[in-house]
């Protein structure tokens, strides 16, 4: 199938994303499509479940949203070492039968403190998934259609989480609200058996055939210590690295924000999950008609840059929202701004991670970019209990802002080339000096 896609990669650049992605479809959409589909049934209802089946205030709303980042943050680098020696099949089974256990646990919890520790180790989890999708997008994807291969991706989840958030609602309307855990277990609890499935399918069709991209290791027989990564890609890490770690908490707090404006306002829950399913809905389309050609046409800034400013704008009007209506047209423009940078944290990560340490970049990439889902989202909270949620919308405004300002002044396109890779040994990394800085300078 690389054989396929690299055809198509170095033709004429007019329908090879289209066309390449058919590869992708069983092992990396599928299943992407399913555990995002998982996530997003929880996401809209759980700052209700909280706040209201569990008593819980708006601040312990924003950290037990912010539950999957915190994990993330402590163990994604152990986590990109350890998935270095793991099959890239057996790690995402791994990874969602560790999500499925969660989601269930999550649906006995009585108390707000059980419920954060059973999402922190669901993080752990999904981390794991997360890193896998990536490492085998990163093997598997042609750096010049990378952006329109992971904005159609995107666009494909978000059409199907648009469609969750909506029975979410319907779920927690007539059935108890805690019930969207079971619906989150078995939607990953499938995509571990696609995933199974196609990883059985190829070895009993080839003994001497791993598939597309199916040893972590297969690219990166190096072992490159994780302090080495750290040191030659630093720069990625903080620059874009930093960008994207604030989007992730700009999107999280939007998920928590929706939600408890619509409930501010008298919305049920059908009403909530319409009003998330909207939102949805138009940032799917803009992601599927115009981010990927962006992206790889002009860049990842020329969609990062608008993308930003429209979700600031958004969180700035939420004080005027009154009714359904106006709650919709706020939920427009912030999900016009996020579908233009539909795929852009996967466009990052997958165009700067090293070809000889994936899993170790893409671990310490996960750390960097959970720090906003941490810190934003509660942070809001914090800001509503104290205030009221008028306030802490232009907290999230001005923290839009600030991500703009940086996106602008410390941000660096991806190259369309491969990455350096780490060095792996000092006569190696003599010879690297030698070939590229002719000068010791």
Not at 294 to 314: Q, T, V
Not at 326 to 349: D, M, Y
Request: hydrophobic share 50%; aromatic share 8%; with cysteine.
């Amino acid at each position: 199938s690389m054989a396929v896609v690299s055809d198509l990669a170095n033709g004429d650049g007019g329908a090879p994303a289209t066309v390449s992605s058919r590869n992708f479809i069983v092992r990396l959409i599928l299943p992407g499509l399913l555990q995002g589909k998982a996530q997003t049934f929880v996401t809209p209802m759980l700052p209700i479940f909280v706040a209201v089946d569990l008593a819980g205030s708006h601040s312990m709303v924003g950290i037990i949203a912010s539950s999957y980042p915190i994990s993330t943050f402590i163990f994604s680098p152990a986590v990109g070492v350890m998935m270095k020696h793991l099959h890239n099949s057996l790690a995402s089974c791994l990874a969602l039968g560790v999500l499925v256990a969660t989601a269930v646990l999550s649906f006995a919890a009585q108390s707000v403190y059980v419920l954060l520790v059973i999402r922190m180790i669901g993080g752990i989890g999904n981390t794991s998934f997360d890193i896998s999708q990536k490492a085998y997008m990163a093997a598997e994807v042609p750096p010049g259609i990378r952006g329109r291969i992971t904005a159609q991706i995107a666009g494909a989840q978000k059409w199907a989480i648009m469609i969750a958030a909506l029975l979410s609602g319907v779920v927690a309307e007539h059935l108890a609200t805690r019930s969207i855990f079971l619906v989150q277990a078995s939607l990953s609890f499938t995509a571990m058996l696609l995933i199974a499935s196609h990883s059985l399918y190829l070895r009993r069709k080839s003994a001497d055939l791993d598939g597309d991209g199916e040893a972590l290791t297969a690219s990166a027989p190096a072992n490159v210590p994780l302090m080495r990564v750290l040191r030659d890609h630093w720069r990625g890490l903080l620059g874009a690295g930093l960008y994207c770690a604030m989007l992730n908490g700009i999107r999280n707090t939007w998920m928590v924000a929706l939600p408890l404006r619509g409930h501010h306002i008298g919305l049920s829950k059908l009403g909530i999950g319409a009003s998330v399913a909207w939102y949805r809905a138009c940032d799917a389309t803009v992601t599927t008609i115009a981010a990927g050609h962006i992206m790889d046409k002009y860049g990842l800034k020329a969609a990062a840059i608008p993308s930003m400013l429209l979700m600031g704008i958004a969180f700035s009007l939420l004080s005027a929202v009154k009714g359904s209506w106006s709650l919709a047209a706020v939920a427009l423009v912030f999900g016009v701004g996020n579908g233009f940078c539909g795929g852009i944290l996967n466009a990052f990560a997958t165009g700067l991670a090293p070809k000889n340490a994936r899993t170790q970049f893409l671990g310490l990439w996960k750390t960097v970019t959970s720090i906003g889902g941490i810190c934003v989202p509660p942070l809001f909270g914090m800001v509503s209990d104290a205030s009221n949620l008028d306030l802490a919308g232009y907290f999230a405004s001005g923290a839009a802002l600030c991500t703009l300002l940086w996106a602008v002044f410390a941000v660096q396109d991806v190259s369309k080339e491969a990455p350096p890779d780490s060095e792996v040994s000092q006569r190696e990394q003599i010879s690297v000096s030698l070939a590229h800085n002719p000068s010791p300078a």
